[in-house]
């Protein structure tokens, strides 16, 4: 045996994975790895485990729920894929795997597949629907630009803008392009949407999100989730000018209105203020002449109309000839009104007189005394018969209390006889008086009842129930005869039958 195998330290099976966790940890630490996804496990704690692999080769891998939750691809067998994290072991199986920081798909097919995938799946939630789109506001006072603050972006659009007519425009600076910028465009949407409508930062009327050209990894924040959500949310009405006019990214589909080019989207925003101020003045003259024209027009009218109107002494002078015949005869009229209504007076003053109006008086007086004569009467023979009424329904009362009371006696006898007998009958029953005749009870110690010798033991605590009280014992000597014979059971015949003939009856 070799000397030098017998001086190695000795090791437990722990400590040996642990070394190798080591030095696997510290000869390698972070890899950057390719390969296409083979077995793809989704656990219910929201971890991811999966298998990577190519032509000769397959290595396991596992996802944190922390890093899954930031990776917003579809895992699944087939995909292939480029991944970034740690190289361990996994000592409970022997084996080693790489814990995931990063994960992105790899080459350009298959982020065509993603994009398609992803397009579906928010096409189907119906956030590219035309129906939702908003329209631009023709002429928007504020104009929120989303975009990098240090390319030409964003003096081509303040160019045109100033070329085409001039507006106040708030700039929200982003990155446009990797790790966290789908996010910080996404939080630019959202917080122009945040602006109250008279703080003191001016709410937009109109957002521009431009970017310039560039292949599709560079334009890929914009084909991000929460990107399309963002933009499809935004209550204030949004152009799309990401990339050239071939590039076509998901937010093109969730805006209200792409633009090819951002130079076209600020064309889109605002109209041309020179052509305006021309529309403008044309119409202006245009009215001007309509209403000097519609003015002469007025004017013949009233030309004409006061050549046919008549003369105003024309117009008043029947009027006046009426009034002054109208003016002589008032005096006359005034005079015999007065004397219609003076006759008038005359006669409603002869009905009037005292001597008739005591006379009304003194009949109406009778009359009153009559009735309450009357009523007098009336009053004190109701009262008479109710008084009877009452006298009658007493004594009626007082007979009933009187039978009541009789029946109510009579029930409670026949209640205590029943209850006497019932009495009798359970002391009859009763195993008490049993015993008052000498006899007594046997149990055992959990208080069940001894029927035969067969159920005690010898030393048993029995507890023996006389009719004056109790007497524990314990049994010395058990001993049990033979069940008794049951006695024959006699049946009774009717009188007269015959044994060997049954009887119908």
Request: net charge positive; glycine share 6%; hydrophobic share 45%.
């Amino acid at each position: 045996m070799n000397e030098a195998s017998l001086n190695l330290p000795e090791l437990t099976v722990s400590e040996l994975s642990a070394s190798l966790k080591r030095t696997i940890e510290d000869a390698f630490g972070y890899v950057r790895v390719r390969g296409e996804l083979g077995k793809v496990s989704y656990h219910s704690n929201g971890h991811v485990y999966f298998d990577l692999k190519d032509e000769r080769a397959s290595i396991a891998g596992v996802i944190w729920r922390a890093t899954a939750a930031r990776i917003k691809l579809q895992l699944e067998a087939g995909l292939e894929v480029v991944l970034t994290g740690r190289l361990t072991t996994y000592p409970n199986r022997s084996q080693y795997q790489i814990v995931v920081e990063t994960l992105e798909p790899a080459g350009l097919g298959a982020l065509m597949a993603l994009l398609e995938q992803r397009k579906r799946q928010l096409a189907a939630e119906g956030l590219f629907d035309e129906a939702r789109k908003q329209l631009l506001p023709y002429l928007p006072v504020v104009i929120g630009v989303i975009t990098s603050p240090t390319g030409a972006v964003i003096r081509d659009i303040l160019h045109r803008l100033a070329d085409r007519f001039p507006r106040h425009v708030l700039v929200w600076p982003v990155k446009v392009q990797g790790d966290g910028s789908a996010a910080a465009v996404a939080a630019a949407i959202s917080g122009f949407n945040a602006l109250p409508e008279s703080g003191p930062v001016p709410r937009p009327h109109l957002l521009i999100v431009a970017r310039g050209g560039g292949s599709l990894e560079d334009l890929w924040s914009f084909n991000e989730e929460i990107v399309v959500r963002a933009a499809a949310a935004s209550m204030i009405p949004l152009i799309s000018a990401v990339g050239h006019e071939t590039d076509v990214t998901l937010i093109d589909f969730a805006a209200d209105r792409r633009a090819p080019t951002p130079t076209a989207a600020a064309e889109m925003a605002v109209p041309v203020r020179a052509e305006l101020l021309l529309d403008i003045e044309s119409l202006s003259r245009r009215t001007f002449v309509c209403w000097r024209r519609n003015q002469e027009a007025r004017r013949n009218e009233v030309r004409s109309a006061a050549r046919a109107l008549l003369k105003p002494e024309d117009v008043v002078a029947v009027p006046r000839q009426r009034l002054d015949h109208a003016a002589a005869g008032l005096s006359r009229a005034l005079r015999a009104n007065a004397h219609v209504h003076r006759v008038g007076f005359a006669r409603i003053g002869v009905r009037l007189s005292p001597h008739l109006l005591r006379t009304q008086v003194e009949r109406r007086r009778d009359r009153y005394a009559g009735i309450a004569t009357r009523l007098r009467a009336s009053a004190t023979a109701n009262i008479e018969m109710h008084r009877a009424r009452i006298t009658r329904e007493r004594e009626r009362v007082a007979v009933l209390a009187t039978r009541a009371g009789r029946a109510i006696d009579a029930v409670l006898d026949a209640r205590f006889a029943r209850y006497e007998r019932d009495t009798q009958l359970l002391a009859a029953f009763s195993y008490r008086g049993v015993l008052a005749r000498g006899f007594a009870l046997v149990r055992d110690r959990a208080g069940r009842p001894l029927r035969a010798a067969a159920g005690v033991t010898v030393g048993m605590p029995i507890d023996v129930e006389f009719a004056d009280g109790h007497v524990g014992a314990r049994a010395e000597v058990v001993q049990a005869s033979a069940a008794p014979s049951a006695a024959p059971v006699r049946r009774r015949t009717r009188r007269g039958s015959d044994p060997g003939q049954g009887n119908l009856f």
